[in-house]
Structure formats: structure tokens, C-alpha cells
């Protein structure tokens, strides 16, 4: 089964510092990853996306880093504040399913806290 | 604009009582999804539709039956609801499927079953 492993499952960091959460994926056919954040009580938001053909994406103070030859992304938050505290999910799919959802296969998430 | 509108918002049932759920775009999305969100577990896909009149099961579509008699809207049910639907469910929607076509979420139904 399409699998998306995601960690940490909790992280704590400190205001002004750099949150690093991880995602490992196994099915080479993905070709789309995602960063979705979510508020309590919300929906989750789609927050930044790379495609593999480049190896990092930078929006503001969020990036993403991709290795393709591992199988591995990460998003990186610079100058973590507090209101960046959100759960935060990697997810994947393929480019194309042939008419199917392309469903999104999501990491478990990660409850990330900026503390003042 | 209210994007994605999910309702009811929070719900307690019974095991064994029935409901629907609603969720509204007013987007003009092609596709809809229902998730479920469950504590340690991520999104789990249930249903989704790519228009009009059609839906197609995902990951976790026992217990479950969707409707999509008309475009804006994608109607969740429970049958008989059980304990282990005791969940935070979460409808979505895109423009297109494929690479970077965003999902779009509602903000949740959440629901207890007694």
C-alpha cells in the first residue's frame, strides 16, 4: 500500500528558530508533494508544493527540501514564530492516476509548537 | 467567499442511528473528496467523485454510502453508525485532478457516536 511516513509526531522549538519536519515515501510513481497546515478547528490548508525535477522550493520563510535518489522531502520553517503552531501534513501522488482522485496520500501529521 | 461549507458542524449519535452530511463548494470543482481525520492516523481518504453523478470508494469506504446528485454539493451517510465512525470528517474539493491542483478542505464535521 501507497505509504508516507512523516516525523516527528510531535516538535517543540523555540521562537526565532528552524523547524524541520521529515517524510519518507516508497512509490516512485509520485511526482507531486504537498505541505498542508492546519489550525485547531480548521481545515487543513495546502501551505507549499514541489515537483521532483528541483530539489528545493522556498516560499517566504517556508522551504522545501527534496532528494529524489532517497525518497525523502522535508519542510524547513525559518524564523519559526508562534503563530506557526499548526499540525502540519506531508502528503503525495502520482502525476497522474488515469482518472482516479490522484488521492493525496498523507503523513500522519505533525503538531508543531513555537514557544514565546 | 465560503469556498467549502461542511454542515452540521458538530454532531453526537447513537449506535445504530443514520445520518448525512453535507458539504457544499462554490468553487465550480470538479472533484469532491470525504476524509477522515482520526488522532495519530492523518487524512484517510473515504469517497471522492469526479462529477456530476459519479463516486468512487478510497482507503476506508466500509460503513459508508456518498451522493453526488448535483455538482456543488457531495453528501456523506451513515447507515448505522458504529462507535469506531467516532471521528473529525473533513469534505474537499479541487478544479481538476492532477499535479498542483490544490484540495481545497471544509473546516469539519465533528462527530461522536454513542
Known amino acids: 500500500q501507497q505509504q508516507v511516513k512523516q516525523s516527528p509526531q510531535s516538535l517543540i522549538v523555540q521562537k526565532g528558530g528552524i523547524s524541520i519536519i521529515n517524510c519518507a515515501y516508497e512509490?516512485?510513481?509520485?511526482?507531486?508533494f504537498p505541505w498542508y497546515q492546519q489550525f485547531p478547528g480548521k481545515g487543513p490548508a495546502l501551505l507549499i508544493a514541489i515537483r521532483p525535477d528541483v530539489s528545493e522550493k522556498k516560499e517566504g520563510r517556508f522551504t522545501i527540501s527534496f532528494n529524489k535518489s532517497a525518497k525523502q522531502f522535508s519542510l524547513h520553517i525559518m524564523d519559526s514564530q508562534p503563530g506557526d503552531s499548526a499540525t502540519y501534513f506531508c502528503a503525495a501522488s502520482p502525476m497522474y492516476s488515469g482518472g482516479g482522485a490522484d488521492g493525496l496520500t498523507f503523513g500522519k501529521g505533525t503538531h508543531l509548537i513555537i514557544q514565546p | 467567499n465560503a469556498g467549502v461549507t461542511q454542515t452540521p458542524k458538530f454532531r453526537v449519535l447513537k449506535t445504530g442511528q443514520s445520518m448525512t452530511l453535507l458539504c457544499a463548494q462554490d468553487m465550480n470543482h470538479e472533484y469532491m473528496y470525504w476524509y477522515r481525520q482520526d488522532p495519530g492516523m492523518g487524512l484517510r481518504l473515504i469517497h471522492y467523485?469526479?462529477?456530476?453523478?459519479?463516486?468512487a470508494k478510497g482507503e476506508v469506504p466500509d460503513g459508508y454510502n456518498v451522493s453526488r446528485l448535483k455538482k456543488q454539493n457531495f453528501l456523506l451517510g451513515l447507515e448505522s453508525a458504529a462507535p469506531s465512525q467516532t471521528s473529525v470528517y473533513f469534505c474537499a474539493s479541487s478544479y481538476l485532478t492532477g499535479p498542483q491542483q490544490p484540495q481545497h478542505f471544509g473546516d469539519g464535521t465533528r462527530l461522536s457516536i454513542l
Open positions: 512509490n516512485t510513481a509520485f511526482d507531486y
Open positions: 467523485s469526479v462529477g456530476e453523478g459519479t463516486t
